[in-house]
């Protein structure tokens, strides 16, 4: 089973401010990584899949990059409504495995 | 639009049992892998178990083979999760969601509200 890891465990930002997110496979899931937003009571939204293609109707201040192990999600000005936990994910493995998550709260 | 809408969840004594539903809406229900995604009170993702668009082909998580069936009915758009010998750790919130992609790499494009399970005595 591939495990994700994903740092920081909780992000600090202003409104306004970048914000770069980490996930790490432990082994190489090429670019089978998807990027998912949750929000308190709600089901998860796919941001970014293809470790970079952003999903439909996804803001363009939300970017990913990376392969292989190494993967980033930017969120390039933070906006109230980014104020979530996002997950990444790797697919290309069974089982599809998630990461711990990185909450992003406001500084 | 594309709609998931899970039913079916509640309390249920350790040993129990307990049938999810999915009603799913919006797109052509028969042309997708459709998975079960869980996730513990205060925890991360799971990915439960998946199905192949003609029920062919199913794929469970370790911890819940034997115990879980997946099953679909495509004549009602509809999704199922049988789950039988509950334990507590299968506490969760339970979400229906559609993998899309190619090649056998799927990733989750839509996800239904949950329905949440709980194992208690």
């Known amino acids: 089973e591939i495990v994700m890891t994903q740092s920081p465990a909780t992000l600090s930002v202003s409104p306004g401010e970048r914000a770069t997110l980490s996930c790490r496979a432990s082994?190489?899931?090429?670019?089978?990584l998807a990027w998912y937003q949750q929000k308190p009571g709600q089901a998860p939204r796919l941001l970014i899949y293809?470790?970079?293609t952003r999903a439909t109707g996804i803001p363009a201040r939300f970017s990913g990059s990376g392969s292989g192990t190494e993967f980033t999600l930017t969120i390039s000005s933070l906006q109230s409504e980014d104020f979530a936990v996002y997950y990444c994910?790797?697919?290309?493995?069974?089982?599809?495995?998630f990461g711990p998550g990185t909450k992003v709260d406001i500084k | 639009e594309v709609q998931l809408v899970e039913s079916g969840g509640g309390l249920v004594q350790p040993g129990g049992s307990l049938r999810l539903s999915c009603a799913a809406s919006?797109?052509?229900?028969?042309?997708?892998?459709m998975s079960w995604v869980r996730q513990a009170p205060g925890k991360g993702l799971e990915w439960v178990a998946n199905?192949?668009?003609?029920?062919?082909?199913?794929y469970y998580v370790d911890s819940v083979k034997g115990r879980f069936t997946i099953s679909r009915d495509n004549a009602k758009n509809s999704l199922y999760l049988q789950m039988n010998s509950l334990r507590a750790e299968d506490t969760a919130v339970y979400y229906c969601?559609?993998?899309?992609?190619?090649?056998?790499?799927?990733?989750?494009?839509?996800w239904g509200q949950g329905t949440l399970v709980t194992v208690s005595s």
């Open positions: 082994q190489s899931v090429s670019s089978n």
């Open positions: 994910q790797q697919y290309n493995n069974w089982p599809r495995t």
């Open positions: 919006g797109f052509t229900f028969s042309s997708y892998w």
């Open positions: 969601a559609r993998e899309n992609g190619g090649y056998a790499l799927y990733y989750f494009d839509y």
């Open positions: 199905i192949k668009q003609d029920g062919s082909e199913k």
């Open positions: 293809g470790a970079s």
